[in-house]
């Protein structure tokens, strides 16, 4: 049975309407008790949690090219595109909503391309408390500007070199690739641009 808005209501000038068709009564009622269940109210509270997780998430990424910059990428900033952390945040927990313990069974390992080499900068475990169900691998490139390469080499030599420390530009574009722990089911990968 298909549901229409004519027939979506209980009364009984509609249910009078169907049994003149020849539909029996006792399938009328479990059928329109199905879409009254189909479609559940949206639970704002879920929303609420999703955004407060997201936000959560984009923090952690933060802080992970924030700890990055000095230690493992010899630069004094990182400039990181508008949203860019937000869009992997939300794809992160689109691809984290299929699993068995969701976010919280998440390991993401996050990764820098530079020149096709890609540097590790950290390995961030959402929950350590839950064994992971699976990983993720997350790469953010590095912006192709021949104006900062050329920059870079031109201060690197000479007297500016000592208080000069470069600035590292992402692009907008970037790697997240997913890998099953427990299952035979291939790798996800989504490229952002």
């Known amino acids: ?3 229409t ?3 979506s209501s ?5 249910i009078s309407e169907l049994l003149d ?6 399938s009328l009622l479990s059928d329109f008790d199905y879409w009254d269940y189909v479609v559940p109210e949206p639970n704002l509270n879920e929303v609420i949690f999703e955004e407060s997780t997201c936000q959560n ?3 952690m990424l933060e802080n992970c090219l924030s700890k990055s910059k000095q230690t493992k990428l010899g630069c004094s900033k990182v400039l990181v595109p508008e949203k860019l952390t937000q869009r992997i945040a939300q794809d992160v927990l689109r691809l984290s909503s299929t699993e068995p313990c969701g976010l919280r069974g998440c390991v993401m390992h996050v990764n820098l391309e530079i020149e096709n080499v890609c540097k590790k900068l950290d390995r961030i475990v959402c929950d350590s408390s839950v064994v992971p169900t699976f990983e993720l ?3 953010f490139k590095q912006e192709n500007c021949s104006w900062t390469s050329f920059r870079d080499f031109f201060f690197s030599r000479g007297r500016f070199s000592s208080g000069f420390r470069r600035t590292l530009i992402l692009s907008s574009g970037f790697r997240l ?3 099953k722990l427990y299952s035979l089911i291939g790798t996800t990968v989504i490229e952002g641009s």
Do not use: D, I, Q, R
């Open 21 to 26: 068709c020849g539909y029996h009564p006792e």
């Open 10 to 14: 209980k009364n009984p000038a509609s």
């Open 57 to 59: 998430l984009v923090k």
């Open 1 to 3: 049975m298909v549901a």
């Open 137 to 139: 691998t997350l790469v």
């Open 5 to 7: 808005s004519s027939l």
């Open 177 to 179: 690739v997913k890998k």
